[in-house]
């Protein structure tokens, strides 16, 4: 099983990106899927997660400017972030716990990072 992100890259502040990331490999179920995001000389913190059912949470940080949403049919996550601010700027990992085969457990994935930087 693989997640590859894609989507990060420069914008100003005030702009948009909607980067995302698609599992593949051997699936059985993804549970929770979700975005994570380190920034220089800072610890790894969750910015969002939403459930198979479709069901969110977010950091206090990202509430009403970034929206997490999936296509369980194609095994990806989105994260649309709107009015982006320079403390934004980080790399984004995403995240999924996934069930490869039916009588195995399911496991933590993790891709392999995409670069967000905020700047003019």
């Known amino acids: 099983v693989q997640l590859q992100a894609s989507g990060g890259g420069l914008v100003q502040p005030g702009g948009s990106l909607r980067p995302s990331c698609a599992a593949s490999?051997?699936?059985?179920?993804?549970?929770?899927m979700g975005w994570y995001r380190q920034a220089p000389g800072k610890q790894r913190e969750l910015v969002a997660t939403i459930t198979s059912p479709g069901s969110t949470n977010y950091a206090d940080s990202v509430k009403g400017r970034f929206t997490i949403s999936r296509d369980n049919a194609r095994y990806t996550v989105y994260l649309q972030m709107n009015s982006l601010k320079p403390e934004d700027t980080a790399v984004y990992y995403c995240?999924?716990?996934?069930?490869?085969?039916?009588?195995?457990?399911?496991?933590?994935?993790w891709g392999q990072g995409t670069q967000v930087t905020v700047s003019s």
């Open positions: 995240n999924a716990d996934i069930q490869p085969r039916v009588w195995v457990a399911s496991e933590d994935y």
């Open positions: 490999g051997s699936i059985f179920r993804i549970n929770d």
